[in-house]
């Protein structure tokens, strides 16, 4: 019976630590998120005040509604006919990105 409850015991914590492991990990994606769009110099054009000339192409928000795969390809292949060139970032900063991104939804 004591052996079933340690057991019991440990396989909880174990789910309570993964729980808690995704939660932290995803706040700290959006977190990284921001500086991972601001050191990459994403902000002079997509961090523009509403109002501005010229205006942000597209804005955050707009950019938050896009799937992740339209994201990551706007990033990893540039838009044809626009500023937006391709930029080489790891897979962890465009998701970190699009995780941040969702709070201006």
């Not at 057991?7 to 977190?31: D, F, P, Q, R, Y």
């Not at 054009?45 to 955050?60: E, I, L, Q, V």
Request: aromatic share 10%; with cysteine.
């Amino acid at each position: 019976m004591k052996k079933k409850i340690i057991l019991l015991s440990a396989v909880l914590a174990l789910g309570a630590w993964m729980v808690l492991g995704h939660m932290t990990s995803e706040s700290a994606w959006a977190a990284d998120g921001k500086k991972v769009f601001m050191k990459n110099g994403c902000a002079g054009c997509h961090y523009a005040n509403k109002g501005m000339t010229p205006s942000p192409y597209p804005s955050k928000e707009k950019m938050a509604k896009l799937p992740f795969s339209e994201f990551s390809d706007c990033i990893t292949k540039g838009r044809p006919g626009t500023a937006m060139t391709a930029k080489s970032m790891s897979a962890g900063d465009i998701k970190a990105m699009y995780q941040w991104l969702q709070s201006f939804k």
